[in-house]
Structures are given as structure tokens and as C-alpha cells.
């Protein structure tokens, strides 16, 4: 194994939890504004960044605002003035951002924002699920899910180097499961600060762009001595064209993702699979889970005790849900017999959003496995070890019979 | 015969005991709130809709008073609670909620409610931080205040939020310690029945217990005798010269009057354009 430019035994180990491993890198990250607005189980990030501000620990502008749409509406602001933003926030929070999420990524900002994933109302619900990053998925947003707090500090980190490089220039949302991960002690290590503040390259660079009324290029930011106006009126003649470059970038997220990957287990000597999907046991396995998030991390201990007995069971962690990997889900897969694809969250009145995109990743393949589609852990049920084998024990079953009887199944809910 | 406590007529007693932290002010408001209902003689609810938000003091009435009640969003209560009375305006909607929720992420619908002088009565419960998250600094948050984000002290200026409301055209608004709970309960029957047209507005000084004041090393009694000096009745207030205002709470009722109200005035409306409509 090729030895890490900051070996694990200079790295820093703080026992903290999800939330404050998040707040930990960010202060390490040279952002430039903070602009948030308190909601469980978010809110353990802003209040010990806040702390750091007060004490002088960071150079960074913190801004209390009164609404999580003025959370938003403040960080699209100092981004397009050029500042390093980050915010942070769940369920409602996220919801009434929702107008803003579009005009960040719209404008190609990027601004990193870590979504602790919660249920969204009605009824009031503090625990997670997935819903709340669901509702974001067509907002041109990166997303990316993490399983464990390390993953937490360490992809809050690379966002910033995959929002702000040049072929991708778009927010960046780091979804980590409230409560499981944000209020739940683990030892993180931690770098040293110069090495992050190394890894981004200082503070946020920004790109040039040409502007033809002042027929020069310059930097894409808000600057009086080179006025830009932005997001101005962009009827039927020009709107879809300048939505083609959003389509781009997206496409080439998934490649800087995976780079940072790599760009990141040189420095640490930790890495996430490819960066964009992390698997476990699938190569020879017959039947597969696909899970976002923390609950990856049952499925695999589930997994590998059943390995043990001699069932042939894999598992499928996305990393990044948007971009969706489709031609890499297809790869992987080929040949399974049987997937199972768990949501946490679904579409009212049709599946689960990650079912959709996997059944999308196999429309145009010959050989495509049998999918079925799992509901798990709304409101912040437990996905329990037991669960997870009801799951595997249910593939099997369909790998057995070759025959999907029912395409949508809940798992652990009373009838 | 048992004795029983007057609030238990108006309270789910299945579902107590209440989630509020103990010695919470919360539970002084109910009290107020339910002998207000009895002296006036209002045992049946049921033309009461009571509408609130997210926090601490939304919880009041959604689970625990016995009468129809919805628990919306953050910021919301007041847009639920006109559309509930635009609907069916012989009920009596009474919003309750907490300063984090009128006064910052819902406070355009707060001053646009009382423009309107719409048929609402909002109680407004201002424990000076947003505590459900465990005590953020809010735009109450008086300065000099240590909170969890302000932890050398709060440098921000706060709302008056009562003082807004006294401006726009709500027909009452009066302000109240928690320690002056007889005004209050007075102050509540008064908004309830003899003024009981318009945007009433009743904001009760009630900081948080958990995050005000035991995160000051007080304690809850302490923190009441020091509140009722603090308490200053708004003539006398008006007396104080500048320099000694700081500090001290202006209360009192500020306003009262029985202008017409948005109801009054929609009806009026619609009866010169189209002779009246069901139902209004």
C-alpha cells in the first residue's frame, strides 16, 4: 500500500459526532461566510462553528439569519461575490430553501452545504429518512451520501474541491443521517490544517469567463470594477441554451468526484470505493442491495454474517446520487441475478427515487437482474439487523422463483 | 370532593404530562389561558381553532388543550390560522407560538396579519432564543445575551415586537411578564371578549428556563423576582428618563380598539359588489 502523504499516526483522532465532524472541516476549509438558521439535527454543526468564530479560530463571516430561505438567499450572495459559502440544514429547512437551490446551481455557485437528512412534515418528525434530499434531486445540486462520521469530515472537505473546480462550478450537498450519524460519537482523524488548506489550494479560486460588453474575460464575481449582471431576464430565445452548460457539468462531476477520491486516499489514506460507489462482496454474489447513507453499514455486517453461512449477498453503497452513476451501476451489476434497491423515502404514488434510477440504469441492458424495491426506516424507524436479513432472505427467495411478485415492499412497518 | 386544578378542564390528560422542561414558563400560560376561559364562562371549545407553529410554545395547545388545534410549520401559524378564519370566520382562531416563530421566520406574516387588522388572536410566548434547538441567539434576544452562538454576548439589537404590532393597525396589543399573571389572564379575557374583532396581539415575556435562565446560573425563582422588577407598567415606563429605560420591560396593554376588522371590511366589500355572499 502506497504510504499516505499524512500518515494516520499525525492525523488527529477526535472523539466527536457527525455534526461537529462536519463543523471541524469546515473550519478548516478557509470558507469565507457562514450563513445559517438552527433546526434539529442540524444544528450542532452551526453552533459549534459559531463558537469558532467567536473565539478567532476562523477568519470566516457568521450570519444568524432569520429563515433558512435567507440562509440560502445570504450564501448565493457571497458566492457571487466570490466568497467560500457553506450552510447547513434538514427537512423543512431544505424545503424552504427549495426556490434558492435552483438559483445556486442556476448560477453556478458553488456553495458546499451539508444536508442532515430528516423527515419531511406532516406529521412533525425529527428523525431521518431520505425525504428531504429526495426533494432536491432536480435542483442541479451534487449530492453526495455518507455512511459514517470519518466520511462525514472527509467528504466535507472534497466538496469544496468538487464544487469549486472549473468543469464542475456547482453546489455540492453532503447528506449525513441525522441522529444516526450527527448525534452519535466516533473517533475521527482529523488533518492538520495546513494540509487541507494545501489540499483546496487556499481560498476559493474563482473562474474567468469572457464578457462580450466588456470584451474581456474576467473573473465570474460580483466586482464593481468589472460589473456583471446576473441572473438577469433570459426568455425562450436564450433560457435553454444557457441550461445546456448545467447539463455538462454534471456530466463531468462524476469524474472529479472520483479524482478527488484518489487525490484524497494519497493524502489520508482513506478512500470511499471510487468515490462514487462503494461495494461490498459483489462480484461473485447472486443477490445485491443497493442503500444510500448510514444503513449501508448494516447491510454490510448483515452481509458478511450471511456470506458466512454460505449465502451469496453483496451491497451497493451510493456515494453519489446526482450525478447518478447509471453506466457504473450497470457494470457492477451485471450478471447479479437479483437487486434489491432501498429507499429511504419514496415518491407518493410510484417507488422510491433511487428504484427509479436503477430500473432507469438497466432499461437498455440485455442482462438485466430482477429488481425489487424495499421502503425502509421513514421517520426514523431503525433498520435493524433483522431487517436487513428479512431483505437478503426475500432476494433470495425471488432468485429462487425467478419472479418479482411485488415490486414495492415495506420493511418494518406495523400493519 | 377533590380538588382539581382549574387547567385540567381544558387539557388532554392522556397525553400529560407535558414535554416542556420542568419549571418551564409555558405551563403558566396554559393556567392563564384555561382560567381565562372559565371566568369567562367558555367550557366548550368547540368554536375554538387553535393554530401553532414550531418551538416550544407550540406545543401549548396542539396535543395538549381539548379543542381543535394544528400544528404547522415553522413560521406558518398565522397564513393557517387567516385561512382557517377566511373560511369559516364564526370561529375563534387563536394562534399560539413562540417569538422564534412570529417574530423571525414568520414575522412578514405577523406584520401583515395586523395590517390587515385580520380577526386572529395571536399569543405570542417570547422566551428570547429559539430554545426547541437548544437556545440559538433570535431576533428577541435582548443584547448582551450569552447563548449558544453568542458566547461572548449577543451584540445584535433585538425586535420590540410589540411596539411593531402597536404601529400597524391591530385593534389590541399589550405586553406581559409571566410574573403578572392576573394582567395577563385579564389581558387575555379582554381579547377574547370585549375586544374580540381584529388583529389581538399578546406578547407574554417568558424566558426560556432551560436556556435563559438556568444557562445564566439562575434559578426559576430567582429569575421571577428579578423579572417582576424588571416589570415596569407602561405609564410609568414612559416616565422613566432615557438612560434608565434600559433593562426594564414596558407592560401593559398599548392599544385597544374596536376598529373594524378585515372581516367587517370584506363583508362590507363584498356586499357593494355583489349584494352579499353565503356564509360571511
Not at chain 1, 445546456?244 to 470505493?273: C, F, H, I
Request: glycine share 8%; with cysteine; net charge neutral.
Amino acid at each position: 500500500m502506497l504510504k499516505p502523504r499524512v500518515p494516520l499516526e499525525e492525523q488527529k483522532v477526535m472523539p466527536v459526532n457527525g455534526d461537529e465532524a462536519v463543523a471541524y472541516a469546515v473550519k478548516q476549509c478557509l470558507v469565507d461566510v457562514v450563513a445559517a438558521y438552527p433546526i434539529t439535527p442540524q444544528t450542532i454543526i452551526v453552533e459549534k462553528f459559531s463558537e469558532f468564530v467567536a473565539n478567532g479560530e476562523v477568519k470566516t463571516q457568521y450570519v444568524p439569519v432569520e429563515s433558512e430561505h435567507s440562509a440560502m438567499s445570504a450564501c448565493i450572495g457571497a458566492a457571487a461575490a466570490g466568497a467560500r459559502t457553506f450552510t447547513s440544514t434538514s427537512a423543512q429547512g431544505l424545503a424552504l430553501m427549495w426556490e434558492n437551490l435552483y438559483i445556486a446551481s442556476g448560477l453556478r455557485l458553488p456553495i458546499v452545504m451539508a444536508v442532515v437528512n430528516r423527515a419531511l412534515s406532516a406529521p412533525i418528525n425529527i428523525h431521518c429518512d431520505h425525504s428531504d434530499a429526495y426533494g432536491m434531486r432536480d435542483s442541479g445540486w451534487i449530492q453526495l451520501f455518507v455512511e459514517n462520521s470519518q466520511e462525514a469530515y472527509d467528504t466535507t472537505i472534497q466538496a469544496f474541491k468538487i464544487a469549486e473546480h472549473p468543469e464542475v462550478q456547482l453546489p455540492v450537498a453532503v447528506n449525513l443521517d441525522g441522529f444516526f450519524l450527527s448525534h452519535t460519537l466516533e473517533n475521527v482523524y482529523m488533518l492538520p490544517d495546513e494540509e487541507v488548506h494545501r489540499f483546496l489550494g487556499g481560498y476559493r479560486k474563482l473562474v474567468k469567463t469572457y464578457v462580450d460588453y466588456l470584451n474581456r474575460e474576467v473573473e465570474y464575481k460580483l466586482d464593481p470594477a468589472n460589473p456583471l449582471s446576473i441572473g438577469s431576464l433570459d426568455l425562450y430565445d436564450y433560457y435553454f441554451e444557457h441550461k445546456m452548460p448545467q447539463v455538462e457539468a454534471m456530466k463531468k462531476a462524476s469524474d472529479v468526484v472520483r479524482r478527488v477520491n484518489e487525490e484524497w486516499y494519497e493524502l489520508t489514506g482513506r478512500s470511499y470505493g471510487d468515490g462514487v460507489i462503494d461495494s461490498y462482496a459483489v462480484e461473485d454474489a447472486d443477490a445485491v442491495v443497493i442503500v444510500l447513507g448510514s444503513s449501508a453499514g448494516t447491510m454490510k455486517y448483515v452481509a458478511s454474517l450471511m456470506r458466512q453461512k454460505g449465502f451469496k449477498v453483496g451491497v451497493v453503497r451510493l456515494r453519489m446520487f446526482r450525478p447518478f452513476p447509471f453506466s457504473e451501476v450497470r457494470e457492477l451489476l451485471k450478471g447479479v441475478k437479483v437487486v434489491g434497491v432501498m429507499d429511504r423515502g419514496l415518491s407518493f404514488g410510484s417507488y422510491g427515487p433511487l428504484y427509479l434510477e436503477v430500473n432507469t440504469a438497466f432499461y437498455y441492458s440485455k442482462e438485466r437482474p430482477l429488481l425489487v424495491n424495499y421502503i425502509y426506516g421513514l421517520g426514523g424507524r431503525d433498520l435493524s439487523p433483522a431487517m436487513a436479513e428479512e431483505v437478503f432472505m426475500d432476494l433470495i427467495e425471488v432468485a429462487k422463483i425467478s419472479e418479482v411478485r411485488e415490486h414495492l415492499k415495506f420493511i418494518g412497518v406495523r400493519s | 370532593m377533590e380538588a382539581r386544578h382549574p387547567t385540567r378542564d381544558y387539557v388532554r390528560e392522556e397525553v400529560l404530562p407535558t414535554t416542556f422542561c420542568p419549571g418551564c414558563y409555558n405551563g403558566i400560560v396554559m393556567n392563564a389561558m384555561a382560567l381565562a376561559f372559565k371566568e369567562l364562562g367558555i367550557y366548550d371549545l368547540r368554536s375554538y381553532v387553535f393554530v401553532s407553529g414550531i418551538g416550544c410554545a407550540s406545543w401549548i395547545p396542539n396535543p395538549y388543550l381539548k379543542a381543535d388545534s394544528i400544528h404547522t410549520l415553522h413560521g406558518r401559524a398565522i397564513p393557517v390560522a387567516t385561512g382557517i378564519k377566511l373560511a369559516k370566520p364564526s370561529l375563534n382562531v387563536i394562534v399560539i407560538a413562540g417569538d422564534g416563530d412570529l417574530a423571525s421566520i414568520g414575522g412578514n406574516h405577523l406584520i401583515h396579519a395586523a395590517r390587515r387588522n385580520m380577526d386572529i388572536l395571536v399569543i405570542m410566548v417570547n422566551n428570547l432564543v429559539y430554545a426547541m434547538t437548544r437556545g440559538q441567539q433570535s431576533p428577541t434576544t435582548p443584547q448582551g445575551f450569552i447563548t449558544i452562538t453568542t458566547p461572548y454576548g449577543n451584540f445584535e439589537k433585538p425586535f420590540d415586537i410589540s411596539r411593531i404590532i402597536v404601529e400597524t393597525n391591530a385593534n389590541y396589543v399589550a405586553r406581559w411578564c409571566i410574573v403578572n399573571f392576573p394582567q395577563l389572564k385579564e389581558s387575555i379575557k379582554e381579547a377574547l371578549a370585549k375586544y374580540n374583532r381584529g388583529f389581538r396581539f399578546i406578547e407574554i415575556w417568558a424566558p426560556c428556563i432551560t436556556y435563559v435562565v438556568r444557562y445564566e446560573g439562575k434559578t426559576a425563582g430567582g429569575a421571577l423576582k428579578e423579572m417582576s422588577k424588571k416589570c415596569v407598567p407602561l405609564s410609568d415606563y414612559e416616565k422613566l428618563p432615557m438612560e434608565k429605560r434600559d433593562g426594564c420591560i414596558a407592560v401593559g396593554v398599548f392599544k385597544k380598539e374596536l376598529k373594524p376588522s378585515f372581516i367587517d371590511l370584506y363583508k362590507s366589500y363584498v356586499e357593494k359588489a355583489v349584494g352579499g355572499v353565503n356564509g360571511i
